[in-house]
């Protein structure tokens, strides 16, 4: 038997091994702290959330504490805001970080190991078999599953304090109790961090049973036996848990309402396909301990499974479960560690479905643990003796060698969305959810083309992902396709009528169709379900701008940076308002205040220098937005920014080299390769214009300001073929682009094609109806098609919008002398 000894004899060599596995994990995770923010629940945790951004404040705390989301893990969100305190927008201190907490529960795991069970280098090998295994990457390298290394290492505290508890309590000292209050505060601190460790008391039974031997019923009688202090009632052990299963209760409760209400319950099965994803994700879970290659941020769900799969699975469990109740007294570890890991994956097992995923590699992080102890104390039992012990040792390292190499390279996966998805999808197959979020992925970097393929392929699998009916909707709005988006956003409220992205995208598209009255009400829905949805404060109050009430408009913008008084969007909004309005000393005194709370904030200067730019002060804004890219010189936005602004200021040159620092990261960027084009073909560069554009149009397929240009460049040259051929491909991209219509309405009207230019003037009216241009423009082509009535018509339109449009007051009176 392995006796639990009361005091380690080498108490050195314990803290030398515990340090050697913090040191260790600290390396081997160094490879994480270089990667930046995923946008993958990254953004809206931490990038986009004023609650965390406010700092510790009395606003944030509570917010920590009852603030709504689809987790309640209120001390993670305190870690969260110091955090942001330290290192604001920095990722490097966020996931440096997360891996001090992993690093921590390495060291843990040893030591409550080897105080339990007395096997010094068993417990060490577990301790860095767990911390080094590439299964920890996804809670590790992903800043968002922070709630994973915090509640773990809480955990652990909670057996530690319990195993002393438990020492105590047979010695009948008097400080037992202190213990037993210390393992109480720990695991409320666990549940706080993570509801899911809501297993963790029938953890603590185990531990009774083995090594600890507090149940009457756990003893042998061999001669082996090392002397074990008299066992205890069992009623009383159990009343014993009462407290923890309360608060065990309590969170469990709290979890299932909070992520009722974020909606993470999102696929409707029915309970016999959930029970057999249950089952067969137990074998999925061992295979990827023992094989853990081609592990995936998402897993897709079957919805059912084959019932081969679900009996062989079945039986598998059974088979384990009958091997671990035989032995449960010659090898008691066996038992203890099976349902230790049975016990700690079932919140996490499916039966309750939480996300998309049939399995997820976050839940192994400590359910394993207790699969690790079965197997590593039943190989100590078995192992040869006479094996020499740097045999042992050679095969230990070799394992662990492995194992650190396979997880140096697993973080790869992480360092950015495009790798993550990209990847999910290479080793998943008919991964609608993979396809979906690479396709909003691509969206978010203006990769249109891609974002179009992978969420067709991902409706093509799932014709009701939502994320792949949302991005659709995004791609259509920026190609300018309209009709498509507003239909697009439609389809993603019907699917999640909670859905505000979609709400407020649909609400702003509406506005630019002047269906004002819908909009407006999709404006109030989304701000009574979500107060604090800035954007949809911002349209509500352009909306109230455009219909003149500017006092209103105002209210709007006060009263939603009062109740967020840390969101940029906000801020930077309601300060171009106010000085739009004459209020300029109220406007500067709100980014001044801000500045001061976080002087270095790369977003709140991006947002200071936005605010410059907006109100006019270009010269002002580069200063903010130099400062940005001091403090972040590899975030190719901040270069894009000093880009523009240096373009509008004349400063060509400048502008330029700032655009091929951003290019030179990203080929992709089509927008800036198409604001380099536009300054190459401004500075008469033709075919460094069209190379650009190409680039652009490489990029982003469907990019119509960049194929009306080359056509525009193509005609220049006197290719009228290539020419037309471009119009036509940049207006059937972009049919519902108003600017557009009008360009090409005037290059037919210089080529003297009045009658095939008037269709296109009047469509611009009616997508533009406030371009003077475009009415002005149309009143010609009416006048010269000897349509005078309409012609005259369509010239007042264009001076109730611009009274000193050029000459055109002249040739309207005129027209109405000769009517006269």
């Known amino acids: 038997m392995i006796p639990m000894p009361a005091r380690s004899p080498t108490p050195l060599r314990t803290v030398l091994i515990a340090l050697a596995l913090v040191l260790g994990t600290l390396l081997l995770f160094s490879r994480s702290a270089g990667y930046g923010f995923l946008k993958y629940d990254d953004q809206r945790y931490i990038l986009d959330n004023p609650h965390v951004q406010t700092g510790f404040s009395a606003e944030g705390l509570r917010w920590a504490f009852t603030g709504h989301a689809d987790i309640w893990n209120p001390l993670v969100r305190i870690t969260q805001i110091l955090d942001w305190n330290l290192f604001a927008d920095a990722a490097t201190g966020h996931h440096v970080h997360n891996i001090l907490w992993h690093a921590l529960s390495a060291a843990l795991v040893f030591l409550l190991l080897r105080r339990l069970t007395g096997a010094f280098w068993t417990s060490a090998l577990c301790a860095a078999v767990f911390a080094w295994h590439p299964l920890r990457v996804e809670s590790v390298s992903w800043i968002s599953e922070r709630k994973d290394v915090v509640s773990v290492a809480f955990g652990l505290l909670t057996l530690l304090a319990y195993a002393s508890y438990a020492r105590r309590r047979a010695s009948l000292a008097p400080a037992a109790w202190r ?44 001669s082996a036996a090392p002397v074990l202090p008299a066992p205890e009632r069992t009623i009383p052990l159990l009343l014993e848990k009462l407290p923890f ?13 909070t992520q009722t209400a974020a909606g993470d319950f999102v696929l409707d099965l029915p309970l016999g396909a959930r029970l057999a994803n249950a089952a067969v994700s137990i074998p999925r879970y061992l295979g990827t301990f023992f094989w853990p290659f081609d592990l995936s941020v998402a897993y897709p769900h079957p919805g059912t499974w084959p019932l081969r799969a679900v009996a062989a699975a079945a039986a598998f469990v059974l088979a384990v479960s009958a091997l671990a109740w035989r032995t449960r007294r010659s090898m008691p570890w066996l038992a203890v560690g099976w349902l230790w890991f ?61 194992l650190a190499a396979r997880t140096w ?68 709005m920026a190609e300018n396709r309209l009709d498509d988006a507003i239909a ?30 819908e909009a407006e009400r999709l404006y109030r829905a989304i701000i009574r379900s979500r ?58 005194a709100l980014f001044e205040h801000a500045l001061r709370r976080q002087p270095r904030s790369a977003l709140l200067l991006q947002a200071h220098s936005a605010y410059l730019a907006a109100t006019g002060r270009t010269e002002e804004a580069l200063d903010p937005i130099g400062r940005a890219i001091v403090l972040e010189p590899a975030v190719a936005p901040l270069h894009a920014d000093r880009g523009q602004l240096l373009e509008r200021l004349g400063r060509d040159e400048e502008a330029l080299a700032e655009y091929a620092i951003v290019l030179g990261r990203d080929s992709t960027a089509a927008g800036v390769a198409f604001h380099a084009a536009e300054l190459e073909q401004k500075r008469g560069n033709s075919a460094k214009a069209a190379a650009l554009y190409r680039q ?39 049919p519902d682009d108003g600017m557009l219509q009008r360009l090409y309405a005037e290059t037919l009207a210089r080529r003297r094609q009045f009658a095939a230019a008037l269709p296109h003037y009047r469509r611009a009216t009616e997508l ?51 009517q006269r």
């Open 488 to 517: 697009g956003f439609r389809t993603a409220l019907a699917l999640k009528p909670d859905d505000n992205d979609s709400a407020c995208a649909l609400a702003n598209l509406l506005c630019a169709r002047n269906s004002h009255d």
């Open 409 to 476: 390279d697993q973080q790869s996966r992480w360092s950015s969305d495009t790798a993550l998805f990209t990847h999910a999808c290479a080793v998943t197959d008919n991964n609608a959810t993979a396809l979906a979020f690479l396709a909003y992925t691509d969206c978010s970097f203006a990769r249109l083309k891609e974002a179009r393929t992978h969420a067709q392929a991902a409706r093509a699998i799932d014709p009701k992902n939502h994320t792949a009916v949302h991005t659709l909707a995004l791609v259509d």
């Open 768 to 818: 533009a109806p406030t371009d003077a241009g475009a009415h002005a423009g149309y009143g010609y082509m009416l006048f010269l098609n000897d349509r005078r009535d309409e012609a005259l018509a369509a010239w007042e339109a264009a001076l109730r919008i611009q009274p000193d449009f050029p000459g055109l007051r002249e040739r309207v009176e005129r027209l109405r002398s000769a």
């Open 531 to 588: 107060p604090r949805y800035a954007s949809a404060y911002i349209g509500l109050s352009k909306l109230e701008y455009s219909r003149g009430n500017r006092e209103t408009a105002a209210t709007i913008l006060a009263d939603a940076l009062a109740a967020n008084p840390d969101d940029l969007q906000l801020l930077a909004q309601h300060a171009t308002f106010l000085r739009n309005v004459g209020r300029a000393i109220e406007a500067d």
């Open 179 to 222: 213990f037993y209050a210390l393992t109480l505060a720990a695991y409320a601190a666990a549940l706080l961090s993570k509801p899911s460790m809501v297993a963790l008391p029938g953890v603590l039974l185990l531990l009774d049973f083995w090594p600890l031997r507090r149940f009457a019923f756990a003893r042998v009688t061999v």
């Open 696 to 734: 652009a149009i490489a990029s982003q397929p469907n990019l119509a300001p960049a194929l009306f240009a080359l056509a525009q460049i193509a005609e220049k040259a006197g290719d009228i073929a290539t020419a037309d051929a471009g119009f036509a491909r940049a207006l059937a991209a972009a």
């Open 342 to 402: 049975l016990g700690t994956l079932a919140p996490m097992i499916g039966i309750l479905q939480v996300g998309f995923q049939s399995i997820a590699d976050r839940y192994t992080y400590f359910p394993l643990l207790g699969w690790q102890i079965a197997l590593l104390w039943t190989l100590r039992e078995f192992a040869p003796r006479q094996v020499p012990r740097w045999a042992l040792a050679t095969a230990a390292a070799l394992v662990l060698g492995a």
């Open 245 to 257: 299963v309360l608060l065990a209760a309590a969170a469990s409760l709290v979890a299932i309402l």
